[in-house]
């Protein structure tokens, strides 16, 4: 009876964990400033505007807006105030009679003493999209789409709500993050696979693999110098390392764990199901030929993870890249950029675990699928 209905226990486990995790991680996180707002409003009217259109950038305009705008959340709900809106280049917020708008309201004496412009309001489009992909996946995946939904939601809260509060509170991100990657690789692949041993080998294999990237990136990073201080960003996060607990050194670790976790995932799931599947088809195959079918198959898969991993990367540093060839800068001085250094670190790690993932599941899956007298089964019934 247990067995039959395992699935719905972890996924009822899962659900009642998520509100625990965001309730606990309450007490880690630091309060938000009180001396400043950002609510949504409503232009109610543009009452003077001295704008041209840009000469560089097509399709947009600068100069300055005079705006009465209305507070629609928040303490200063249905409050009217007039505004300066300065556009330029890089902040451009362009706003008409009956726009949503983010308003900055800067607090003194408990009156609001200022009020910017801060934003378009986008969190429809955003709850819209995400809302859309949820649908879709529950429409096309049925049950395991579901099941995928709720293993998304526990990684976004487990990486913002346990792994992040805790790092800003001092904790080692070592450690913190092989916790998190590790918890959230048991509770997807389970969610997805089932409990059975197909699941059991594409977890080891893949928690192992990415442990594997996190060493590796270590390893590089010592002997090429790079640590959290060389990443982007690395003045705002000293800034805040000087009035809080947070270590940097960890953080490239960190980030090559999460950034790399997904596509190390699906080769762990992709080798155990097909070593799972070939078993199913010759029970007669032996563990050395099953180990041989797995790398077989892994050989396909290694290349296009390996570069979607790669492409991620280069996408996340496009602009930096951008600018290097901009500027003409010769090779040597290239390759030895503090930012080009850890790309190349974090891209290659990722990629190595990748690989590695390939032999390790093969090699478990091959050893489990045939091993006796454990009580897991070889696959889920609604596997196939």
Not at 46 to 59: A, S, W, Y
Not at 275 to 292: A, G
Not at 320 to 337: E, F, S, V
Not at 347 to 376: C, D, E, N, W, Y
């Amino acid at each position: 009876m247990l067995k039959k209905h395992s699935s719905t226990i972890l996924i009822a486990a899962v659900i009642i964990l998520i509100p625990i995790i965001i309730f606990i991680s309450r007490g880690l996180l630091e309060k938000p400033k009180d001396n400043v707002l950002f609510e949504r409003a409503r232009v109610i009217k543009v009452k003077n505007e001295e704008l041209t259109q840009d000469t560089l950038v097509p399709g947009v305009v600068v100069g300055t807006q005079e705006l009465e705008i209305e507070v629609l959340t928040g303490r200063f709900k249905d409050e009217t105030f007039i505004l300066k809106n300065p556009m330029s280049r890089l902040y451009n917020v362009y706003a008409k009679k009956g726009s949503q708008i983010v308003v900055q309201i800067f607090i003194k004496d408990n009156k609001a003493e200022h009020v910017n412009v801060y934003n378009y309001f986008r969190e429809p489009v955003l709850y819209g999209l995400v809302g859309l992909f949820f649908a879709v996946l529950i429409i096309f995946g049925g049950l395991k789409g579901f099941k995928s939904v709720i293993s998304l939601i526990f990684t976004g809260v487990m990486v913002i709500f346990f792994m992040i509060p805790l790092i800003f509170r001092g904790a080692d991100p070592i450690p913190v993050s092989i916790v998190t990657v590790s918890a959230v690789i048991i509770a997807t692949l389970f969610l997805v696979g089932g409990f059975n041993k197909k699941t059991l080998s594409a977890s080891i294999g893949t928690v192992l693999g990415v442990i594997c990237s996190g060493i590796i990136s270590i390893i590089a990073g010592s002997l090429a110098h790079i640590s959290g201080l060389t990443m982007e960003e690395a003045e705002s996060l000293i800034s805040i390392a000087e009035k809080s607990n947070l270590q940097i050194n960890g953080l490239m670790f960190s980030s090559i764990l999460i950034a790399s976790l997904g596509a190390i995932m699906d080769v762990g799931m992709s080798i155990a199901s097909a070593v799972f599947e070939i078993h199913d088809s010759n029970p007669r195959m032996d563990r050395s030929r099953l180990f041989k079918s797995g790398m077989n198959i892994g050989r396909d898969v290694m290349g296009t993870m390996s570069n979607t991993l790669i492409l991620a990367f280069a996408g996340g540093a496009f602009s930096t890249i951008l600018l290097i060839m901009a500027y003409a800068m010769p090779y040597r001085q290239i390759m030895n950029l503090d930012v080009i250094s850890t790309e190349l670190i974090q891209g290659m790690s990722g990629s190595i675990g990748i690989i590695l993932t390939v032999p390790i599941t093969s090699f478990i899956s091959s050893a489990l699928v045939k091993s006796r007298g454990t009580k897991l089964p070889l696959k889920s019934p609604n596997s196939l």
